[in-house]
């Protein structure tokens, strides 16, 4: 596939193309707001050589089970097969384009579209069509497709598949490289500490819709310098903040990310001077919101915040775990889709607890929900403001390297040097 | 049957409920619950398929305590206003002297300054018990079908 920089024709407008500044500490308003940028990420990241996560296993975890999710824009069906296997294809009729499955989540045979009863297998394949050799009357074959018609090359659009750790990724390109590649060596030991050999539960699905550009959303989640200032809960309690062990790792590209540490017992100390966030004074009426068991697989850190770009966020936030899949609607607005999760070997207790702890986060979270509120007014501060302004993102300086400790903005810098590179900015 | 639960009683309580939330009078909506009382709200999709994930699920005053303060000091926020519509309350009253009501909500929300949103809809699913006060909640689970929240919900429903 041709990275959409190298055609001439679509070339962003010189008005907004001027990146003033050398590196990624500075990134103009209108790589969040302006139509065609947005429409190349699409194309570029979204449908080009990435991973894209649409959901998990235990969401279909029999023969025929499907549910619809999404890649960028593009909506996708995500259905087992009868060996075990997964299939993702676009929910897009090859016949006149009709997005035909309606049901969320359901349990199929085949797909058949309505308007003129295509139908296709579970694999997408098409399966047949009505009239296809016309029909007899009185003798005379009248219509039908023709004769060189190919059912083979009429299928629903199929998308190459990555299965890790009971999440299920999917790609448009034939570009994309081996998910273990993709992820890179650095990260992936991160995913691994959550994943690798353990069977996922399905706890439910929260969904939110924030009308900021989707990439506030990733960046929220490399900035390790918000937790403990927007957050009460974080700074009071001892969640995150900045005087506690942690590391920042990401890719060699700059694009993935894991934010990771270790939380404290909170209470004042240097780093709650002056912070308006903190209270001294704050308990809970209920602890049981905050009933925190480490569990043997951290292995010390018990938080680890990891972005997989584009499209997901995976969080460990002591016991309350969740997968965060980031939908694309136009530049200034996405989807977040939060699915919760435990392991099949959870007791009751831990189960409850997860659940407990669900509180903290999704789109009413006592922490969680300022994040959107933040991302919702930043995109506002933009859009007043229009092509010329840029944000700021030089804490720990303006060149992009892993840290150990948390005073930085080095993972948005990451983040930008890739997106700046990749969209030829 | 216990006429401190009778219709006009839970609707009474529904409109005085709404009352409390729409004119931001969150420290008395504790109140409208048993001091072990459940409150849910959860997305029609995971209540359907018997999924446990809820947006807030808070159990007894100490919880519900928590959001209260919640909103009030550590969640920071676009400020809005709340208009509850609730519907007329389907009953139906136990051997035990208690009731369970279903009754339809919509809540709008207007930010000051801005245009009104349906914001929220759905149905309340409620357990009440009578009490020398009047109707009390034991369990209130808000089911909503509007799956996509408009960004953040801070209030309760």
């Known amino acids: ?425 | 049957m216990s006429s401190a639960l009778d219709q006009a009683a839970i609707d009474r309580f529904n409109a005085r409920y709404a009352a409390c939330l729409d004119a931001g009078e969150f420290d008395a909506w504790p109140d409208f619950f048993l001091p072990d009382a459940m409150y849910k709200i959860v997305a029609r999709e995971n209540y359907d398929a018997g999924l446990p994930l809820c947006i807030l699920a808070l159990e007894g005053h100490g919880m519900l305590r928590d959001r209260v303060y919640g909103i009030k000091n550590t969640l920071y926020h676009a400020p809005y206003y709340q208009r509850h519509v609730i519907g007329t309350a389907l009953l139906e009253h136990h051997t035990d002297g208690s009731a369970t009501a279903e009754a339809n909500y919509a809540v709008f929300r207007t930010r000051p300054g801005g245009i009104s949103e349906v914001f929220n809809v759905g149905r309340y699913i409620d357990r009440f018990k009578a009490t020398p006060e009047g109707p009390k909640l034991a369990e209130r689970i808000c089911v909503f079908d509007s799956e996509m929240i408009l960004n953040s919900l801070i209030y309760p429903l």
């Open chain 1, 1 to 425: 596939m041709n990275a959409p920089h190298r055609n001439p024709e679509n070339r962003i407008p010189e008005a907004v193309s001027r990146w003033a500044e050398p590196g990624s500490s500075r990134i103009p308003y209108w790589a969040y707001t302006d139509p065609d940028i947005y429409q190349r990420e699409l194309q570029y990241f979204f449908y080009g050589p990435h991973w894209c996560y649409v959901g998990l296993e235990a969401e279909i975890p029999a023969f025929g089970d499907y549910r619809l999710s999404f890649v960028g824009e593009r909506q996708v069906i995500v259905v087992r097969q009868r060996d075990g296997e997964i299939a993702v294809m676009e929910n897009r009729c090859a016949h006149r384009g009709v997005r035909f499955c309606q049901q969320q989540r359901g349990k199929a045979r085949s797909f058949v579209c309505p308007y003129h009863q295509w139908t296709y297998k579970l694999n997408g394949d098409l399966a047949g069509l009505p009239f296809r050799q016309g029909v007899e009357r009185d003798g005379e074959k009248q219509g039908g497709m023709p004769a060189d018609f190919d059912m083979k090359a009429h299928g629903l659009v199929k998308l190459r598949v990555a299965r890790y750790g009971g999440l299920i990724f999917a790609s448009f390109s034939d570009q994309t490289p081996s998910f273990e590649e993709y992820i890179g060596p650095a990260v992936m030991p991160w995913l691994d500490r959550i994943f690798k050999g353990r069977e996922l539960t399905l706890l439910g699905v929260n969904r939110q819709r924030i009308p900021g550009n989707w990439k506030l959303m990733m960046e929220n989640i490399k900035d390790p310098y918000h937790p403990g200032l927007l957050h009460t809960w974080f700074v009071t309690f001892g969640l995150w903040r900045a005087d506690q062990r942690s590391r920042m790792v990401m890719d060699e590209h700059g694009r993935h990310a894991v934010m990771i540490s270790q939380r404290n017992q909170g209470g004042a100390s240097d780093v709650t001077q002056g912070v308006t966030s903190f209270k001294a004074d704050m308990a809970l009426n209920d602890p049981r919101l905050l009933d925190v068991v480490p569990e043997p697989w951290w292995n010390g850190p018990s938080v680890t915040m990891i972005t997989l770009f584009p499209s997901l966020i995976i969080q460990q936030q002591v016991n309350s775990l969740s997968t965060r899949h980031i939908v694309p609607a136009g530049p200034g607005a996405f989807d977040f889709i939060w699915t919760h999760f435990g392991f099949k070997d959870d007791s009751e207790e831990m189960t409850q607890r997860r659940l407990r702890q669900a509180n903290l986060f999704g789109p009413a979270g006592f922490v969680s929900a300022d994040d959107g509120e933040v991302i919702e007014l930043s995109q506002d501060g933009f859009r007043q403001r229009g092509a010329d302004g840029s944000t700021l993102c030089e804490l720990d300086g303006r060149d992009v390297a892993p840290t150990e400790h948390m005073v930085t903005e080095t993972l948005i810098r990451g983040m930008y040097g890739y997106w700046r590179k990749e969209l030829g900015l």
